[in-house]
Nanobody, 114 residues
């Protein structure tokens, strides 16, 4: 059974940092790309970062501030969020697409106070 268990998130002051984690199980972690999305209230989820074979890729909105990484020995993906701004306040999700299905983590809420 595929499972993505997220941790991290919380309240941070503007300019601060957070680390989100996504612990994976039930599939061959190292063989699959891991992606991160965020979702604002009443909006669709938007892709912000991904770790694929060729390396990390980022949306323009987070490039230079967020860093995606993974530990294939621990089966954990990370998203380091630096220089957080009020517009980064959202629910963040990790996502994996296996050969048959797309799976999502349960989400991590990030609040940013100005």
């Amino acid at each position: 059974q595929v499972k993505l268990e997220q941790s991290g998130g919380g309240l941070v002051q503007s300019g601060g940092s957070l680390t989100l984690s996504c612990a994976a199980s039930g599939f061959t972690f190292r063989d699959n790309a891991m992606n991160w999305y965020r979702q604002y209230p009443m909006k669709k989820r938007e892709w912000i970062a991904g770790l694929i074979v060729t390396g990390p890729h980022y949306a323009e909105s987070v490039k230079g501030r967020f860093t995606a990484s993974r530990d294939n020995d621990k089966n954990v993906a990370y998203l380091q969020l630096n220089n957080l701004q009020p517009e980064d306040a959202a629910m963040y999700f990790c996502r994996v697409e296996t050969s048959t299905t797309i799976y999502w983590g349960q989400g991590s809420q990030v609040w940013v106070s100005s």
